[in-house]
């Protein structure tokens, strides 16, 4: 395996890793064992928290409402989106993370009624504007296939707890941005499904809820590491959310280790 993305495993990491792993722990199979309503309920959270990061507007009410099949007023746009992630994450549980293939047809899902490449990596130059400052310039369009490939073979031999290594994932996607719209979602998206490889408590966290909640952070972490050409910064700001999100589920809630 020759790609090895640069990170630095640090003693808050590693605390936050056993913290993380401790609350698991104490929910273990019986947080699984939750109402039908309570997975749909947590499952809106996460499809508001996700595309409200990118920008759309419509309610945890509405999307409810989507959800349920009702008509409601909103952008084509914004609708689209709704519709594609209740989709794509509704198949999340089908996917394999380290299936090139998996993440494509998600990306198909997520974007179907969007974008007409939707199911394909893109083919043009992108960046990543902050009003009309460049912030990031990705690698170009004929080398995102083999980037991915090398990202996707070093997350199936990483030897790095999942908590570790689906937050390199999800930053090193973002550098790559292999698609031409709905990275954003789907780095989230496929975090998720890595997490979920390693818990299945994962598929009913509304991690992406949390993340919205920090938004600000969440980007200035991204840039962080970014500067810094090693997503370390990230993965500590990422293990925050989660164990977070965790504590979320416990009746008796208690201080992070690590503040947001």
Same mark, same amino acid.
């Not at 009410?61 to 994450?89: D, F």
């Not at 980037?147 to 997350?155: C, F, G, H, K, P």
């Not at 990275?183 to 991690?207: C, D, K, V």
């Given at each position: 395996?020759?790609?090895?993305?640069?990170?630095?495993?640090?003693?808050?990491?590693?605390?936050?890793?056993?913290?993380?792993?401790?609350?698991?722990?104490?929910?273990?199979?019986?947080?699984?064992?939750?109402?039908?309503?309570?997975?749909?309920?947590?499952?809106?959270?996460?499809?508001?928290?996700?595309?409200?990061?990118?920008?759309?507007?419509?309610?945890?009410?509405?999307?409810?409402? %989507?959800?349920? &099949?009702?008509? !409601?007023?909103?952008?084509?746009?914004?609708?689209?989106? =709704?519709? *594609?992630?209740? /989709?794509?994450?509704?198949?999340?549980?089908?996917?394999?993370?380290?299936?090139?293939?998996?993440?494509?047809?998600?990306?198909?899902?997520?974007?179907?009624?969007?974008?007409?490449?939707?199911?394909?990596?893109?083919?043009?130059?992108?960046? %990543?504007?902050? &009003?009309?400052? !460049?912030?990031?310039?990705?690698?170009?369009?004929?080398? =995102?296939? *083999?980037?991915? /490939?090398?990202?996707?073979?070093?997350?199936?031999?990483?030897?790095?707890?999942?908590?570790?290594?689906?937050?390199?994932?999800?930053?090193?996607?973002?550098?790559?941005?292999?698609?031409?719209?709905?990275?954003?979602?789907?780095?989230?998206?496929?975090?998720?499904?890595?997490?979920?490889?390693?818990?299945?408590?994962?598929?009913?966290?509304?991690?992406?809820?949390?993340?919205?909640?920090?938004?600000?952070?969440?980007?200035?972490?991204?840039?962080?590491?970014?500067?810094?050409?090693?997503?370390?910064?990230?993965?500590?700001?990422?293990?925050?959310?989660?164990?977070?999100?965790?504590?979320?589920?416990?009746?008796?809630?208690?201080?992070?280790?690590?503040?947001?």
């Amino acid at each position: 395996m020759s790609y090895q993305p640069p990170f630095t495993i640090t003693t808050d990491i590693v605390n936050l890793v056993a913290e993380i792993s401790e609350q698991v722990g104490r929910l273990n199979a019986r947080a699984l064992d939750v109402s039908p309503q309570l997975r749909k309920q947590n499952r809106i959270k996460t499809i508001t928290g996700t595309l409200a990061i990118e920008g759309n507007s419509l309610t945890e009410e509405q999307i409810t409402a %989507i959800v349920e &099949g009702k008509r !409601v007023l909103g952008s084509v746009r914004e609708l689209a989106e =709704v519709k *594609g992630a209740i /989709a794509a994450y509704d198949a999340l549980p089908t996917f394999k993370p380290y299936s090139i293939q998996d993440l494509l047809a998600a990306h198909g899902l997520m974007m179907a009624d969007i974008l007409t490449t939707a199911g394909a990596f893109r083919n043009k130059a992108v960046g %990543i504007h902050k &009003g009309n400052v !460049v912030h990031h310039v990705a690698p170009p369009a004929h080398q =995102v296939s *083999g980037l991915m /490939a090398e990202l996707t073979l070093w997350l199936k031999h990483a030897k790095d707890h999942p908590l570790i290594t689906s937050s390199v994932f999800h930053y090193e996607f973002e550098f790559i941005h292999p698609f031409s719209d709905g990275n954003g979602r789907m780095r989230r998206l496929w975090q998720t499904l890595i997490l979920a490889q390693w818990h299945p408590l994962f598929l009913s966290l509304p991690l992406e809820s949390v993340i919205k909640e920090h938004q600000q952070q969440y980007y200035q972490a991204l840039e962080q590491a970014d500067q810094q050409a090693d997503s370390t910064p990230f993965i500590q700001f990422m293990l925050s959310v989660i164990a977070q999100t965790l504590m979320q589920k416990r009746p008796c809630k208690t201080p992070l280790l690590t503040p947001l």
